[in-house]
């Protein structure tokens, strides 16, 4: 199982609540609409920042992890027609692009208590 984490920050203009409003219920509905997202993600989780005594606040505004049974099914997704004029120009209305950090890896999972 390949999986892509990506630390996401919010564009300039917008507050943490505005991004958080923005991903949720604009863009997530625009990625979910691509058929190409039914064929090759299997998982896709987003996670935000909540305020944690004794743990330093987050500098990025949400991670998101998505999950392919495979490389080549992670770029099917990403070079896809659809994504790319449908979905990616829609990121630069929310995010800063500057900032984004990403990784493609693979688990080691060490407990899954399920």
């Known amino acids: 199982m390949i999986k892509m984490i990506l630390a996401l920050k919010r564009a300039k203009h ?3 609540d505005e991004f958080v409003d923005y991903q949720k219920n604009k863009h997530r509905p625009l ?4 058929p190409e997202v039914e064929r090759h993600l299997r998982r896709f989780v987003v996670s935000y920042p909540v305020p944690t ?3 330093p606040g987050s500098e990025f505004d949400s991670i998101v992890e ?3 049974d495979t490389t080549a099914d992670l770029e099917a997704l ?8 449908l979905v ?3 990121h630069e209305n929310f995010i800063d692009l500057t ?3 990403q990784m493609v890896c693979e688990e080691d999972v060490v407990i899954d208590r399920g």
């Open 99 to 101: 900032s984004v950090q």
């Open 14 to 16: 917008m507050t943490h």
């Open 78 to 85: 990403f070079s896809s027609d659809n994504f790319l004029k």
């Open 53 to 55: 005594p004794r743990y």
């Open 66 to 68: 998505a999950w392919f």
């Open 31 to 34: 990625l979910m609409s691509i």
């Open 88 to 90: 990616d120009p829609d």
